[in-house]
């Protein structure tokens, strides 16, 4: 009900089906390829931009044959659809959240070059291999598996800029043209918020204006971020410092006063059981975003057909 309520937003969700923390449940050869339909189903809805592909850690490493399974699953899933799952498909491994922060800079990078090698020693197996596969879709699907994004909430960081990320700084890392121009030539450029940045920057929070959760999207439109990635959209908690995240019994109640300077971090629904509803109800805040996002799509084509135009001067 999340997911779908989601997509109605133009927004992703992170879990397809039932799992654990931050990926699937891909234990077994079935469950991938359940999870494999189900993103293929999601994938149909135009309105769907990106499908995050599940993943299994050993300890502080990435399980690069589980990988393979999963990009294998995905193959053949797409040539006996003859559609190419992999253009919508994105890799956004929680375990590494904020490494300089967490102090796992070292792990991320890893990961990180763990995640590149897997992809790209994939594509180069598959191209030989696949056979009876129409030229056009496996060239398609090859470069869309090496360009495969590995999303890390992260500013800029030469060493792991050699692991291949995608980085995924804080709004306020694009604040200016220099901290911009770290990012040229790094492929698509993504960005998140969450307690930070605060207001007078635009946020989500509901301590800021109404105004600031649409306008993240005019600036996303003039600095050229395709991917703006969000962690929760129902934290239904409260947040006490020295106990960390409460669960609490009314969730329409005490909703300015969870997270000081930061209210309404983490949940943008409401649970519609109170109202008679199946499923979560949006937020005001959420309708902005949705405002911000179809604003997003017009400015988007004008510069599309700008760059047309332009083209033929």
Not at 110 to 122: A, I
Not at 209 to 218: E, Y
């Amino acid at each position: 009900a999340y997911n779908d309520a989601l997509l109605k937003y133009r927004l992703c969700g992170n879990n397809l089906m039932d799992g654990s923390g931050h990926m699937e449940d891909i234990s077994t050869s079935e469950k991938i390829k359940e999870w494999v339909e189900k993103a293929y189903e999601y994938m149909q809805n135009p309105l769907c931009s990106t499908v995050n592909m599940p993943y299994k850690m050993d300890g502080k490493n990435l399980n690069q044959t589980k990988m393979t399974e999963v990009l294998q699953a995905i193959w053949d899933y797409s040539v006996e659809k003859n559609y190419n799952m992999f253009k919508k498909l994105i890799w956004y491994g929680g375990v590494i959240d904020e490494p300089r922060g967490n102090g796992i800079m070292e792990m991320a990078y890893n990961v990180s070059m763990q995640f590149y090698t897997t992809k790209n020693e994939f594509a180069d197996r598959i191209s030989v291999l696949a056979k009876d596969v129409p030229e056009d879709l496996k060239a398609d699907m090859v470069q869309d598996i090496r360009d495969l994004a590995n999303i890390l909430t992260e500013y800029y960081d030469e060493k792991l800029a050699s692991a291949g990320v995608t980085f995924c700084p804080l709004f306020q890392y694009y604040n200016s043209e220099s901290l911009r121009d770290d990012y040229e030539g790094l492929g698509d450029r993504w960005w998140y918020g969450c307690v930070q940045p605060k207001a007078p920057y635009p946020t989500y929070h509901i301590d800021d204006t109404w105004l600031s959760a649409r306008v993240l999207s005019w600036m996303q439109a003039e600095y050229n971020v395709v991917g703006n990635l969000y962690w929760a959209t129902d934290l239904y908690a409260r947040y006490d410092p020295s106990k960390g995240y409460l669960s609490i019994d009314e969730y329409y109640e005490g909703v300015a006063t969870r997270l000081n300077g930061a209210n309404g971090e983490g949940f943008l629904f409401y649970p519609g059981k109170k109202y008679g509803v199946t499923g979560p109800l949006g937020s005001m805040r959420l309708e902005a975003i949705r405002d911000g996002m179809e604003e997003y799509e017009i400015l988007y084509e004008i510069k599309q057909r700008f760059a047309k135009i332009n083209e033929t001067l």
